[in-house]
Every structure is written in structure tokens, then in C-alpha cells.
């Protein structure tokens, strides 16, 4: 069983509707969070500048969905996330490195996490971070997500220790961020919770005829 970053800590609450999502081929979102998670790092990444990155969002959204009332003030909430966007990787100093790379973590027997990282960053220091863009809180408490995200920058940077990474959550709903830098410890804690996870929902999909 395989189970993403993205769907991991959805999977611990809800193992059960996590595999009938798996069964079903539904836990893939998209739409204008999407369009402008994309649009914002090609920004931060210097692959076209701010009014530009403006203009290509407003024309990726008005070619990909409907030309309404609705979905106007949409696309300028999206723009309202680009503008913030800029101001917080120009705050904090950092520099788009990738928008994300393949992840490939085998937990034994068959069992494993993959899909796509959240995007690499690294800042003025020299330190590499981790930046996800989200509409969703995170309890840094008990997620799953961030501490295998902080775990695998440093495994493709090729660090030698995890705890130098530092992961940064970036509200789009609410224009704000927050950063945090798990131990070591604590990663090992939240790869062995993982791995129940996907063997929870392993037997919660074999159930489904």
C-alpha cells in the first residue's frame, strides 16, 4: 500500500474513508488552488516576474473555468494569494529551488509513501526549506505530513541530518505562515505512526469488494 505525504494525515483520522477514496480514484483536488499554487512558484522560482506571474493567472484561470460573477471574485482571491505570496518569500528571504520532487520512501513489506513533495526552498542562510501552500490548519502536534516532508527534503538535498530543514506552512486563506523544525525524535515518532496509518488503511481497502 502507498499512501502520499498529502494523504497521510487524512488517512490517520479517517482510514476507513481513505480507502474507499483510494478505491474510488477521488482524493485528487485541483481547480484554482492549483492553478495558483503552480503560478506562484513558477514566480518564486524567477521564471517569470511578479506582473507576469499576474497576467499569466488571470489567463490560465479565465481559459480553465467559466467566465461568471462567481468565479470573478475567484480569480481575485487568487490574485489576493499571489500578491501575499510574493510578500512572504521576500520577508523571509527565500529563493524557489524546486517545485517539488518525487518521493520514494519504502516502509517495508510492500508498504510505502510517494507522491509529490511540497516545493524546496532555500533561504538567505543557506538553509533548505520546505514551503507548503494550504487552505487547511495543521495541528504540528500530531500531524504525519510535515515531519516526513522535513525528513525527505534533507534526504534529497543529501543532508546528513533532518532537523536542519526547516518546513514553512503558508496559509493562503488566511495570508499568514508559520515554520517549525522537528527533532529527530519526533520524525522517527511520525514514521512509525505512518506506517500503521498505511497498514490501517491497507485492511480498510481490502475490505471493499
Given at each position: 500500500?502507498?499512501?502520499?505525504?498529502?494523504q497521510?494525515?487524512?488517512?490517520?483520522?479517517?482510514?476507513?474513508?481513505?480507502a474507499?477514496?483510494?478505491?474510488?480514484k477521488?482524493?485528487?483536488?485541483?481547480?484554482?488552488?492549483?492553478?495558483t499554487?503552480e503560478?506562484?512558484?513558477?514566480?518564486?522560482k524567477?521564471?517569470v516576474t511578479?506582473?507576469?506571474?499576474?497576467?499569466?493567472?488571470?489567463i490560465?484561470?479565465?481559459?480553465?473555468f467559466a467566465?461568471?460573477a462567481?468565479?470573478?471574485k475567484?480569480?481575485?482571491?487568487?490574485?489576493l494569494?499571489?500578491?501575499?505570496f510574493?510578500d512572504f518569500?521576500?520577508e523571509?528571504?527565500?529563493?524557489?529551488?524546486?517545485?517539488f520532487?518525487?518521493?520514494?520512501i519504502?516502509m517495508?513489506n510492500?508498504?510505502?509513501?510517494?507522491?509529490q513533495?511540497?516545493?524546496?526552498?532555500?533561504?538567505k542562510?543557506g538553509?533548505?526549506?520546505?514551503?507548503?501552500?494550504?487552505?487547511?490548519?495543521?495541528?504540528?502536534?500530531i500531524t504525519?505530513r510535515?515531519?516526513?516532508?522535513?525528513?525527505?527534503?534533507?534526504?534529497?538535498m543529501k543532508?546528513?541530518?533532518?532537523?536542519?530543514?526547516?518546513?514553512y506552512?503558508?496559509?493562503?486563506?488566511?495570508?499568514?505562515?508559520q515554520?517549525?523544525?522537528?527533532?529527530?525524535?519526533r520524525i522517527?515518532?511520525?514514521f512509525k505512526q505512518?506506517k500503521?496509518?498505511i497498514?490501517?488503511?491497507?485492511?480498510?481497502?481490502?475490505?471493499?469488494?
Open positions: 500500500m502507498k499512501l502520499s505525504t498529502n497521510l494525515d487524512f488517512a490517520s483520522q479517517n482510514p476507513k474513508e481513505m474507499k477514496a483510494l478505491k474510488a477521488g482524493f485528487m483536488r485541483g481547480g484554482f488552488n492549483k492553478v499554487k503560478v506562484c512558484l513558477s514566480y518564486a524567477g521564471n511578479f506582473k507576469d506571474a499576474s497576467y499569466l493567472l488571470d490560465r484561470l479565465s481559459d480553465e467566465n461568471n462567481k468565479n470573478a475567484r480569480r481575485e482571491a487568487c490574485q494569494v499571489l500578491s501575499n510574493k518569500i521576500q523571509e528571504g527565500l529563493q524557489c529551488l524546486k517545485n520532487s518525487i518521493i520514494k519504502d517495508g510492500n508498504d510505502s509513501i510517494g507522491g513533495s511540497c516545493a524546496i526552498f532555500q533561504n542562510e538553509q533548505y526549506c520546505g514551503v507548503i501552500l494550504t487552505e487547511q490548519e495543521y495541528n504540528f502536534a504525519l510535515i515531519p516526513v516532508e522535513q525528513y525527505w527534503i534533507a534526504k534529497f543532508l546528513n541530518d533532518s532537523s536542519m530543514v526547516k518546513i506552512v503558508y496559509n493562503t486563506a488566511e495570508h499568514s505562515y515554520w517549525i523544525q522537528y527533532p529527530g525524535d522517527a515518532i511520525a505512518s500503521v496509518v497498514e490501517q488503511v491497507d485492511i480498510e481497502f481490502k475490505k471493499i469488494a
